[in-house]
Every structure is written in structure tokens, then in C-alpha cells.
């Protein structure tokens, strides 16, 4: 056997796919890093410096609430343009506190509820005039390209035709005294937050596509939406403790209607407003968001998410951790009150395990099922009375108004007085409320139709189904069986996401943001699989694989 040649001290070692640097190459990324850490030390100390400048003369100019959103908003807004991609990070971690922060902290300020963007629109401004400099594309798929367009145009004709009418009619009597008096607001503004709601977030396909560079990030990026999935169901579950046993007050003393309206008088532990009223079978909880409807889609996006990771992550001790979160999300889908949880949660893992093949390994699938069947006993003998609430609260509420005729009954009415181009972009947006009155529309598409119209909501129809077709097309070329797998988990949800209608999930967070970047992720897969196979490849993993498949083959 011959002798192996002993390492040298100070030899890097390198993957068989990377060239060794030389000593030299070594003091050169050396002094590059160590430059790169101090001009971002250099940055943050400048923007702090700004910032508390800023903050200083709003304390004795106005309040300490608007001088922390103040000095806070310059610094992150400036280190955001900075560094973009490290914006974007925060941003995602920061988005599921965004509602604790706001109510805990800021004291409900309004201003708070824009604090994450102060993370995204910097970075996006920033990532896209880096790659306009460079000469890359913009818009990722080009099969979006069109459809984009073609809402655009109609959403423009919309703000043209019915919103600047309306902003030049606000508060001027009519010319015909018989005629209805013009509603009073800031139609034009109005407009122009209801296509920041309805758009606002697409770029981020694109800056989560770049994002994503490697095999390494992206494992980051699941992972650690199954790191904040389990911090904030464990803090929703301190939450439901806290009033289960009266260390939070809540709402059940209370009398009348106000025993059924969520109130942030009673917030508890996180988040913000809730109702909690057993004795009346009504719980409402908002986990760490704002309302207790933010906090259920939350459940929602981390059934796929946390299912992603659970069955596709390459380390084991990812899986039992993923698998944990799973098992976390599902207890507050029962604890939280919320009803579309309870139902999507369950059906949604069921949906998961046949749609990505699980059900075909049965040593995969049966453990996970057997947890969740141990999880439901467990439940059912600790709290016989509160699930048992939840099921009921539920199958009644479902014969009382089941969501079809829910869904049906909202598009007619949105249908009955429909206009071509709609009645104005953000008429119907609850969070454009500032600038005008609102029409309250608890379904996605019939509020598109009333808002802008036919052909608005047909281009936006457009624009999902090309995502929806790039994304299939995508997950159908992958080879490999874990790349293959967390496609089809994320294609799940960018289908589901695309076509529900039931409520308006793509209007505010979190979904407003999670899906758009799933896209940016699921357009990155063929770039991380092709990495992936060509460094096993150079490992020489490929042909143990092989010659273990043919071991068992021959067995």
C-alpha cells in the first residue's frame, strides 16, 4: 500500500471539485474579508449615528414612540440599501414579531406596521439596480413577463378611469343637485397602496432567486423557517397556557357582544388583539401577529414549509426537528380557535404525503402519521373538553354557513354592480383604509373583481397560472429525489396559494411574502441540483449509491 503524503502545516485542505489556494490566495481573502467586516462596521456605526441624531430630535420634537421609529427606520433603512441580502434575512426573521413589536413595544403605532419594509424595499430597490447595472433580467420567469404586463396595463386603466375621477370629485358638490354627493377621500393614494398590496412584494422572486446562490443557503433558508415556525408556536402555546389558566384574563368576563370581539385590551404574551371566551366556545388567538386570521395562514404556510423539510432535508436531525415543528404547528391549529386551521393543517399534510410520493415509503410516512395519531390521542386525553369544542365549533359552523355558499354569496355581491375596470384599485383593501372608506370583502377574488374589475381579475388569473406552469414545469424536470421532493412540497403551496379564494391570505403577511419568495426558491432548484450531483459526483457519492442499490437488488 502506498504511503500517503503527510499534509503540510498551513495547507488548506479542499473538496476534490475546488482548487487548493496558495498561501498567498490565502492572505488575499484574508485582508478581502477582514476590509469587508470593517467597512459593515464602518456602515452600521454610521447609520446608528444617523440614527440616533434623528431620534434625538424627535424625542423633543414630538414622542419616544416616533423617535425609536425614527432613529430605528434610518439605520435599518440605510444598512438595507447597504447590504441588501442581509436585509432580506432580517426581514424574514423579523416578519413573524412584526405584530408582537408593533403592539408590545410601539403601543399599537401604525407606523411599526411598515417596519419590515423598511428591511424589503431598500433591498429590493438595491438588488435590482445591481442587477440593471450588470445587465441581468429583472423579471424572473420570463414567462411572466406578459401576463405582467397586461395587469399592469389594466390596473393602470383602473387608476386612470375610476380612481383620479373620483380624487378630483372627492368633496366637490355635484353639478346636478339631484345627483349623489362624491364620497370624500384620497381616492388616487388609495389606489396606489392597493397595487403596493396587491404587487408590492413580487420583486422578491427575483431577490430570493438571487438570494439563494447555493445548496448551502438554501438549506439555510428552510431551515430556518422551521427554526421560527417552532419559536412562534411555542410562544402561541405559552400564549393558550397564560389564559388557560388565568395568568391572562381574557375576555370571558365580559358581557355581550364584547364577549365575541377581539380586543388588544386583553392581549396576552405576544401578538395582538384576541377574544378568548370559553364559556361562550369562542377562542380567537393571534399567535405573535396582529389578528388571530394573520395567525392561522401562519399554520398554513409552515404545514408545507415545515413538510418540506421533514421529508426532504438531507441531515436526519433536520427531519426530527422539521418533524417537530409539523407536530407544533398542528397543536395550535387546535388550540388557536381558528377553524380554517384546524380544517387545511390535516388535509394539507395528507395532500403533501401523496402528492410528493411519501405514501409509497412506507418507513417514511408511517412514523410521521403514527406521531400525529399519538399527538391527537395525547390531546383528546389532556384536553377531552377543548378539542372536543374545536370539532364542534367547526362541523356548526360549517352547517351554519358552509364556505362554497360563503364564497358564492361574496362574488355575487361583488358581481352584482360589476364595472369592466372595477369600482378602483384599493376600494376594497382593508389596509388602504387610511385614505378612504372601504368595502369589506372577505373573499380574494370577487374583492380583484370589485376592485378592478373583469379583465383586472382575469390578468391576475394570468399572472399566477404562468407562475403556477414555470414552477410545474420545474419540479417535473428535477432528477434528484430531494431536490425533486421540496419542489413538489413548494408547488403544493404556490397551487394552493394561486387559487384559494377563502379569505385574502395574499394581501398581508405572512403569506403576502412567503409566496412570492417559494416562487424565487422553487425558480433556484435546477441551479442547487446541478451543484448538488456535480460535487457527489466528484465525491464519488454517486457510485456508492449505485453500488449499494445494486447490493440490495441482488439480495
Known amino acids: 500500500m502506498p504511503k500517503t503524503k503527510s499534509k503540510k502545516k498551513g495547507q ?70 447597504k447590504y441588501p441580502y442581509l436585509a432580506l434575512w432580517l ?16 403601543g399599537g403605532n401604525p407606523i411599526f406596521q411598515l417596519a419590515k419594509d ?3 424595499i431598500p433591498a429590493i430597490i438595491a438588488i435590482f439596480l445591481d442587477l440593471k447595472k450588470r445587465g441581468e433580467p429583472l423579471l424572473m420567469p420570463k414567462s411572466l413577463k406578459n401576463p405582467l404586463w397586461i395587469l399592469v396595463a389594466s390596473v393602470s386603466i383602473t387608476m386612470l378611469t375610476i380612481n383620479l375621477p373620483m380624487q378630483f370629485a372627492s368633496g366637490n358638490p355635484p353639478r346636478n343637485p339631484t345627483a349623489p354627493t362624491p364620497p370624500e377621500g384620497q381616492f388616487f393614494f388609495q389606489g396606489i397602496l392597493g397595487i403596493k398590496v396587491l404587487l408590492g412584494y413580487l420583486p422578491l422572486i427575483t431577490c430570493t432567486y438571487h438570494m439563494i446562490r447555493n445548496k448551502k443557503s438554501f438549506l439555510l433558508f428552510t431551515r430556518l423557517h422551521v427554526i421560527l415556525a417552532i419559536i412562534c408556536c411555542g410562544l402561541g402555546l405559552i400564549q393558550y397556557m397564560m389564559l388557560l389558566t388565568g395568568i391572562c384574563q381574557g375576555t370571558d368576563h365580559l358581557t355581550g357582544v364584547a364577549l365575541f370581539q377581539a380586543t388588544l385590551d386583553y392581549k396576552c404574551f405576544v401578538g395582538g388583539s384576541l377574544v378568548y371566551s370559553p364559556s361562550q366556545s369562542m377562542i380567537r388567538l393571534p399567535g405573535t401577529f396582529v389578528a388571530p386570521w394573520q395567525w392561522a395562514w401562519f399554520l398554513i404556510s409552515n404545514a408545507f414549509l415545515t413538510f418540506a423539510s421533514a421529508f426532504s432535508d438531507p441531515s436526519l436531525i433536520w427531519q426530527l426537528v422539521s418533524f417537530l415543528g409539523m407536530a407544533l404547528v398542528f397543536v395550535n ?101 387610511m385614505f378612504a372608506d372601504t368595502r369589506l370583502i372577505e373573499t380574494y377574488y370577487p374583492k380583484l373583481l370589485y376592485e378592478i374589475g373583469t379583465f383586472g381579475t382575469l390578468s391576475f388569473l394570468g399572472l399566477v397560472t404562468s407562475i403556477t406552469v414555470a414552477t410545474f414545469k420545474i419540479w417535473r424536470s428535477l432528477k434528484d429525489k430531494i431536490w425533486r421532493s421540496y419542489a413538489a412540497s413548494f408547488w403544493v403551496f404556490i397551487f394552493f396559494i394561486s387559487y384559494q379564494t377563502y379569505y385574502y391570505p395574499l394581501d398581508v403577511d405572512p403569506v403576502a411574502v412567503y409566496y412570492w419568495m417559494v416562487v424565487g426558491l422553487v425558480l433556484r432548484l435546477p441551479d442547487i441540483e446541478r451543484e448538488d450531483l456535480e460535487e457527489r459526483a466528484a465525491l464519488g457519492l454517486d457510485e456508492e449509491e449505485n453500488a449499494k442499490t445494486k447490493k440490495k437488488k441482488r439480495k
Open 12 to 81: 488548506q485542505t479542499a473538496r476534490p471539485d475546488e482548487p487548493v489556494l496558495s498561501k498567498k490566495e490565502l492572505a488575499a481573502q484574508k485582508r478581502k474579508d477582514t476590509k469587508e467586516r470593517k467597512a459593515f462596521i464602518q456602515t452600521v456605526l454610521t447609520s446608528g449615528g444617523v440614527g440616533a441624531v434623528v431620534a434625538i430630535a424627535l424625542f423633543f420634537i414630538a414622542n419616544p414612540i416616533l423617535a425609536l421609529a425614527g432613529g430605528g427606520g434610518t439605520t435599518v433603512l440605510w444598512v438595507s440599501f
Open 91 to 106: 426581514f424574514v426573521i423579523y416578519m413573524p414579531f412584526a405584530g408582537t413589536v408593533t403592539y408590545w413595544i410601539a
Open 118 to 120: 423598511g428591511f424589503a
Open 333 to 433: 391549529a387546535v388550540i388557536s380557535g381558528q377553524r380554517i386551521a384546524l380544517l387545511l393543517v390535516p388535509v394539507i399534510i395528507i395532500i403533501m404525503l401523496i402528492v410528493t410520493g411519501q405514501l409509497k415509503k412506507p418507513s417514511r410516512f408511517i412514523p410521521i402519521v403514527g406521531g400525529l395519531g399519538l399527538l391527537i390521542v395525547l390531546g383528546f386525553t389532556l384536553f377531552p373538553d377543548v378539542i372536543q369544542e374545536r370539532i364542534d365549533s367547526t362541523i356548526d359552523r360549517w352547517n351554519a354557513s358552509p364556505p362554497t355558499d360563503f364564497i358564492s354569496e361574496q362574488a355575487e355581491n361583488s358581481s352584482g354592480s360589476q364595472r369592466p375596470f372595477g369600482h378602483g384599485a384599493g376600494r376594497a383593501t382593508n389596509s388602504t383604509r
